[in-house]
Every structure is written in C-alpha cells, then in structure tokens.
C-alpha cells in the first residue's frame, strides 16, 4: 500500500518534465481571472508522482521545482459564491483547460514519460476518441466537435523528437544549456558505441585516410607488373605494362563509398606508392583493405551498382576532390557510371553526431562531431582547406584547424498547434558554420597592420607539419573565425599522399593543387543542376544549391550498407516494437506488446524527423552567404543504418 501524503517534513523538490507539449496561448482573458498560486499543482503532482513510482518515502514533502513549460494557473471567484475561488490549468494543446490537480494528473504522467512512446489517457486528450468524457464547464458540454490535437514532436515513426522538446523548454527558460541524448531512439542508442570509437579511432589516423561514408575515386585490383604512372608533361595519367614495356591504356575509375575501413593496423599506414602492382605490406595495411561500393545513382530507384564491392588497398585509392586532374585526358564517355553518380552527390551536406545545444531563446545552437559535405567527412580536430577566392597571383594556401562544427537555428517559433504542420518547421533560417583559428602559407596581413610572425611548429597541426613551408595566422593569432561548410575544400593531406597521389609534379606545388577549388566548385555547379532533388526543391525560387540530410545514407540515397538495407529502403524497422523494447529495458514496462503492422508509421520512409528534416522555413545557409541555402530533407531524415534482427536494429558502422 503506497504511504500517505505527509503534512508536515522536509521538501524534496523534484524536477518537472523536459518535454512539454504546453501552449502558452492557451490563456483566459486576464481581466476576468488572475494567475493562481501554484504550489497546490506543484505538491499533488509530485507526491502522486513519487508514490505511483513507488518512490515515496515517509515523512517528506514532495513539490515539483515548476509546471510543464506552456502550462498555468489562473483563478476567478465563483460568481455565486465570490468567497469561493476557482482555479484552472491552461496551456493544453486542445485549448480545453483543466479544472484540478488531479484531473491533470494523468497528463502530467504522459509528459515525464514522453520518451516511452504511450498515449496519453487524460480525458482531454481522450475527449472525442470514444475512451471518455471530460467534466467541467458548459463550454466544454457546449462543444460538441473537439478540434484536432497536435500529435504533439515525433518524427514520422512516432519516436520522440527531443529537439522539439528542447525547444519548448528553452522558450519557457528563456536560456538553455544541455547535451543532446536521444534516449527513446534505439537506433541512436545501437549507433552511439561506434561513433564514440569512430571519434576515438579518427585522430591517430592520417588525414588522407578514407572514412566511412566517404565518397573516393579507386582502382580495382590490377594485374601484377601493371603500374599507375603520371606523365611528367602532361600530366595524365596512365596505366604502364612493364612487363612489355608498353602502354596499357587509361585507368578504369570507378566512384564509390567506402563503407568498411582496415582494422586498427591500418590506422597508422602511410599511403603507398603510386606503383599498383607492389603488394601491401601486411603490417601496414589490413588484408581484406577498404570495402568500397559503388555508388549508384541518386535519381534512379535502381540501387544494384552499390552490390558490385571491392576491397581496395589504400594504394588504389584516390581522394575525390581530385576527380578532374585524375580523370584528365579520359574521354567523358569512357568514365564509370559510377563518377557521374558522385559528380551528382557533390551538394549533399549531413551532420553527424549532435552532441550539445545551447540557446537564448528565440535563437540556439547545435554543436556537432562532424559534418558530411559533398564527398568527405570533417571532424573537429580537422585540418581543412578552404576555398581561396583572393586575387593576388602568388600561390597561397588557407587552412582552419575546426574547433566547432555549429548549427544556429534562428527565430525559433513556437510548437505550432496546426496538426498539419511539420514540428521540424521551427525556425526561419538554420546556419551551418565551421569555427578556428585560420592560418595560410603566405602572410595576408593587410597594410598598414604590422606582418603576423610565422606560427611555432609544436602549434601546428600533424599535416601541416609535413610541408616544407611556413605558417601565417590570419588575423590576432588568437582569433577564431567562421566559415560556411561551402567554403570547405577538402581535408589538408600530409604532403606524403599528395606526392604518392600525384608523383610527377613538383614536392614545392603539391601543397598548392586545386588552390582555388576549379574540381570541387565544377562538381557542386553540376550537382545542383543535376540532383533532382534540390530541383523539385527549388519549385520557382532559384539559388538553392544543396540536399541538406538527416544521416549520410539518406543523402546519398543509398538503398543498402554492406548488404543491409538503410534508410526508407528498410521494410524490416519495426519503430513502435523498438519503443517498447526500450520500455522493458528501461524499466516502464514489463513485456513488448504483439506489433499491429498498421500502427508502424512512416516505415516506408525510413522514419525520421527531430532537427534535420523539416527545419528551417527559409533552409539551412552558410553564414554569411545567401546563396548556400540548403531545403531540408523531408521524412527519412534521421539516421537509419539499420535492420530488426530478433527486434533489435543492427548498425552500420560511421555512416552516422
């Protein structure tokens, strides 16, 4: 028998919901009733919530530290009896209000436990679903069609959109500060393990590494005594069969996304040389080498291409920023299906793991592991090239060693009560930006201001270490810039790939290639004509020139991953029996309900919704720069390298 309400003892507050779906229009017209005193909600829905949990003990008071955000008291006197005083609750999406603690509490319980995924059973939400009647006033008997209620921040498959949630609680708060732990996706919490070693495994690895998700230029194993060779005048490149000493024709390359990489003793293997017939030492490189599958085409439903995988040793891999000086002299017509396929993928922007957000209401920030941009795939700790747009002739390269990979959602507008209406759409613009301290190669401080000494060595980052040169910072030498994720141009590359990438070109250039951006700027121009997406996007506007994804797999409009189907491919998700699995283990249930096929949501899309999505009325820009707005990606925007095996989804490996 749970213990009696105390009366007297010490106060225990307890913290009241994160989530909140209260509407903070819902109010009376304050020069008939005036705002209550609050306590008595605060300590009935504590106390009953303790008990209920069996975690009451006796002799104490229970109080909540306040009401769900959106939600009130105000109280009139009785008109009959003026002595009397009647109190209310508003703030519930249906613009019903509640007439007592305790009739509220039922709706309170739903709300603590948002993240299971269950209904709530309070009579306002069950008004008008045939489950009960609601009782209080004559306006509410007068009505006699309730209006429709808001389900309320899930994605499309019914689990809990915890940014919606946090958006709520930060406009009731005013300021925010949290990190992001999506606990009510089990595909987050099966993921989660292998970003946190993907974030622990990226650093001891070299820059010109492949990652997973990568798009990269590669060559399939080739005959022993054939080698890659550059010519030294024209620069092409060609494939040379020293066995007869003759030509044997151009490379066939092919594009495709590296989906498996070496185990940890490739991760310190340094690239080999350009020779394709020397045979990988096995204490460099792992045996079986990168798994990459080809990638198909995101306008084409036909998904067989990505089943054509190889296992490619790092010396027959090309980074695919590069794609116009390494395909140069190959007639268009000869190329793989495949290079046309990522020359198309190259205006796909995805974060990946959202770690914290922080907000002064009406805006906020989302700071981010990394971020899929075209080809490539940037963490913090990166050291990237940017575009350099300057017109001075002498060669300069500008590097930023990332700090922060930010997203600022701008004007954030309240849980929009039109059940139509996406919970994405919250905001007017979403910003995508790059922040660090920005060096280059030749000092660009501006006259009159005194020239910046060159930056001390133990400064500087592991590939920039590798370049015989030295190293300016822009700017205070403790300043931190931002860039748009347009302005990336690829990784900076330790000089030792680059000479093995291109071994006929001068060491003193290398660092120089593609400086300002002619291969990246070529593919994103044609992406954004191409990608048929971004064109049903623009509909009359023009500009926009990016896909912006929920996870990598959506962006590039992959069907599979190492032979699991991804994504809205997946007719296995099992999204509503997952919640309940996650009931179990957490405790608020005691066995996982027989699944009704016609309850699943969104399965055919691959579910998906919280933040990337449909966010952003205006899309996503980079700072400063109007023409990079991204749409957002409608709902299969959450990440989904999934599959039910015995109810329980089974990751894919990076592409989160």
Request: proline share 9%.
């Amino acid at each position: 028998m749970p213990p009696k309400r105390a009366s007297s003892g010490p106060t225990v507050i307890i913290s009241g919901p994160v989530y909140s779906d209260g509407d903070a229009s819902h109010r009376p017209d304050p020069s008939k009733e005036t705002r209550a005193w609050e306590d008595g909600y605060l300590q009935v829905l504590a106390d009953t919530w303790m008990r209920d949990e069996g975690r009451a003990q006796p002799g104490r008071i229970y109080k909540l530290d306040r009401l769900p955000a959106g939600y009130e008291a105000w109280e009139r006197p009785r008109p009959s009896n003026p002595k009397h005083v009647d109190r209310w609750l508003y703030g519930h999406p249906s613009h019903k209000k509640f007439d007592s603690p305790n009739r509220f509490v039922p709706h309170f319980k739903y709300l603590m436990k948002y993240a299971s995924g269950e209904a709530c059973k309070c009579d306002l939400c069950s008004y008008g679903k045939g489950k009960s009647t609601p009782r209080t006033s004559s306006a509410a008997k007068r009505l006699t069609r309730p209006p429709p209620l808001n389900r309320g921040p899930v994605d499309e498959e019914g689990t809990p959109d915890v940014f919606c949630a946090l958006f709520s609680l930060l406009k009731h708060e005013g300021s925010l500060s949290r990190t992001i732990e999506e606990t009510a996706s089990l595909d987050w919490r099966a993921e989660k393990p292998l970003v946190d070693t993907m974030a622990k495994r990226i650093p001891r690895q070299q820059s010109s590494k492949p990652r997973n998700g990568e798009i990269v230029l590669y060559l399939r194993p080739i005959p022993l005594g054939i080698e890659l060779r550059q010519h030294p005048k024209t620069q092409q490149f060609f494939l040379q069969d020293t066995l007869h000493n003759r030509s044997a024709g151009f490379p066939r390359w092919f594009a495709g996304v590296v989906t498996q990489v070496p185990s940890s003793a490739g991760d310190t293997v340094s690239p080999l040389p350009a020779n394709g017939s020397h045979e990988p030492d096995p204490l460099l490189l792992s045996v079986t080498g990168y798994r990459i599958e080809p990638l198909p085409s995101i306008n084409d439903t036909d998904k067989n291409l990505s089943k054509q995988h190889s296992y490619v040793s790092l010396n027959l891999i090309r980074p695919f920023c590069f794609w116009k000086s390494l395909l140069q002299g190959i007639p268009e017509s000869e190329w793989h299906v495949s290079i046309q396929n990522a020359i198309i993928a190259s205006a796909t922007v995805s974060l990946v793991d959202r770690q914290h957000f922080t907000g002064l209401w009406p805006d906020a920030s989302i700071l981010s592991r990394g971020i899929y941009v075209g080809a490539e795939c940037y963490w913090i700790g990166d050291t990237v090239r940017l575009l350099n747009e300057s017109p001075s002739p002498s060669p300069s390269t500008v590097v930023m060693r990332v700090q922060q990979i930010v997203t600022t959602l701008h004007n954030l507008i309240p849980e929009p009560t039109n059940p139509n209406v996406t919970t994405g759409n919250r905001c007017d613009k979403i910003t995508v930006t790059i922040k660090g301290p920005v060096y280059s190669n030749t000092n660009l401080s501006s006259s009159p201001a005194p020239l910046n000494p060159p930056v001390p060595a133990k400064i500087l980052s592991d590939p920039m270490q590798t370049f015989n040169t030295q190293w300016y910072p822009i700017g205070h030498p403790d300043e931190i810039h931002s860039a748009s994720f347009s302005n990336i141009h690829s990784r900076l590359y330790e000089s030792s790939a680059l000479e093995s990438y291109f071994p006929s070109l001068a060491p003193s250039t290398l660092l120089h290639l593609d400086t300002k951006g002619e291969n990246i700027t070529h593919a994103r121009s044609i992406a954004a004509a191409t990608d048929e997406r971004i064109a049903a996007r623009n509909g009359n506007r023009n500009g926009k020139r990016w896909f912006w994804a929920g996870c990598r797999a959506v962006g590039l409009d992959l069907a599979s991953v190492n032979g699991v189907e991804v994504a809205g491919y997946d007719g296995e998700r099992r999204p509503k029996v997952w919640r309940e699995v996650l009931g179990v283990v957490d405790g608020r249930r005691d066995r996982v309900e027989e699944e009704d096929d016609e309850d699943e949501v969104g399965r055919e899309n691959g579910g998906g919704s919280e933040l990337n999505g449909s966010s952003g009325g205006d899309g996503v820009e980079g700072e400063d720069d109007d023409d990079d707005v991204m749409e957002i990606d409608p709902p299969d925007r959450k990440e989904k390298e999934v599959r039910v095996v015995v109810q329980v989804p089974v990751p894919v490996q990076g592409m989160r």
